[in-house]
Nanobody, 124 residues
Framework: QVQLVESGGGLVQAGGSLRLSCAAS????????MGWFRQAPGKEREFVAA????????YYADSVKGRFTASRDNAKNMLYLQMNSLKPEETAVYYC?????????????????WGQGTQVTVSS
């Protein structure tokens, strides 16, 4: 099993940057593909980014391509999301998640484990 804890959220002005971190427990972290999702009140949890456990291939929602970068450090059991040029509409709780599957990583149903989330607020 995997336990995930996000950190790094906070308040940032529009156009600013923020880096989120996700710490994973256990010795099997490298066996999972990892994803980032976000959810605002009253809205569905939506896919943001994912990174595979083989080769570190990354995948991004169209809305964040060119601005967000996902990365992982398997030796440290850490997952990161660098967010640049943030927009007010991206205010949400951001979650990291772990998936045993390498397919369909944009689908939240593919993920087996979830963190508690970290709040990101982008002011206008």
């Amino acid at each position: 099993q995997v336990q995930l804890v996000e950190s790094g959220g906070g308040l940032v002005q529009a156009g600013g940057s923020l880096r989120l971190s996700c710490a994973a427990s256990g010795r099997t972290f490298s066996r999972y593909s990892m994803g980032w999702f976000r959810q605002a009140p009253g809205k569905e949890r939506e896919f943001v980014a994912a990174i595979s456990w083989i080769g570190g291939s990354t995948y991004y929602a169209d809305s964040v391509k060119g601005r967000f970068t996902a990365s992982r450090d398997n030796a440290k059991n850490m997952l990161y999301l660098q967010m640049n040029s943030l927009k007010p509409e991206e205010t949400a709780v951001y979650y990291c998640a772990a998936a045993s599957s390498k397919y369909g990583l944009g689908d939240k149903q593919k993920y087996d484990y979830w963190g508690q989330g970290t709040q990101v607020t982008v002011s206008s």
